[in-house]
């Protein structure tokens, strides 16, 4: 069964930094794309950030260009997602989610059960 | 990025009855690239059909998607009870931005 466990959320400030995490399990990690996708409070799906199956693809929404990092390490079957000057309107529950192929413009599923992020002073 | 509308943002309808939800792209939709979701309260969202018309493993064959181009419908045959939730489509045929559509609210009339 897979599996997709998201940790790293809490509670900071705005203009600090945050690094999120997802442990996969279930499937062989290194053959699938995967993804960052969040949803505001009472709001719809925002994807967020995209990795191919080797790290050799990228993408960012234009909402967080520039201030978050995805990477990925295959080897612990974990996918992250640093973000640095975080804004009020980051806050959201962040789900990873898992690619249907090694290129990362693709669907998603499954999806984790998210972690809140909250920013506020 | 290609924007996605969904409509309606909600519709009431009665169990047994046929619900039909409508996602149109600011811009033609590449291969059909298309999925659609279903989120009940609390829970992950849940893919139902990706390719704009297959059908994701374990989805009731109630479900059913088609399109292509810019207009895409997602229709439920028969509610069942378990089938009022919020739906969003999906795109991932841009070469840059993956995009969902706001949602559509299915509720019980």
């Not at chain 1, 900071?12 to 690094?19: A, M």
């Not at chain 1, 699938?32 to 199956?53: C, D, F």
Request: with cysteine.
């Amino acid at each position: 069964e897979v599996q997709l466990v998201e940790s790293g959320g809490g509670l900071v400030q705005p203009g600090r930094s945050l690094r999120l995490s997802c442990a996969a399990s279930g499937f062989t990690f290194d053959d699938y794309a995967m993804h960052w996708v969040r949803q505001a409070p009472g709001k719809g799906l925002e994807w967020v950030s995209g990795i191919s199956w080797n790290s050799g693809s990228i993408g960012y929404a234009d909402s967080v260009k520039g201030r978050f990092t995805i990477s990925r390490d295959n080897a612990k079957n974990s996918l992250y997602l640093q973000m640095n000057s975080l804004r009020a309107e980051d806050t959201a529950l962040y789900y990873c989610a898992k690619g249907s192929s090694g290129w990362y413009l693709n669907w998603f599923d499954p999806w984790g059960q998210g972690t809140l992020v909250t920013v506020s002073s | 990025e290609i924007v996605l509308t969904q409509s309606p943002g909600t519709l009431s309808l009665s169990p047994g009855e046929r619900a039909t939800l409508s996602c149109r792209a600011s811009q033609s939709v590449s291969s059909s690239y298309l999925a659609w979701y279903q989120q009940k309260p609390g829970q992950a969202p849940r893919l139902l059909i990706y390719g704009a018309s297959s059908r994701a493993t374990g989805i009731p064959d109630r479900f059913s998607g088609s399109g292509s181009g810019t207009d895409f419908t997602l229709t439920i045959s028969r509610l069942e009870p378990e089938d009022f939730a919020v739906y969003y489509c999906q795109q991932y045929g841009s070469s840059t931005a993956i995009t969902f559509g706001q949602g559509t609210r299915l509720e019980i009339k």
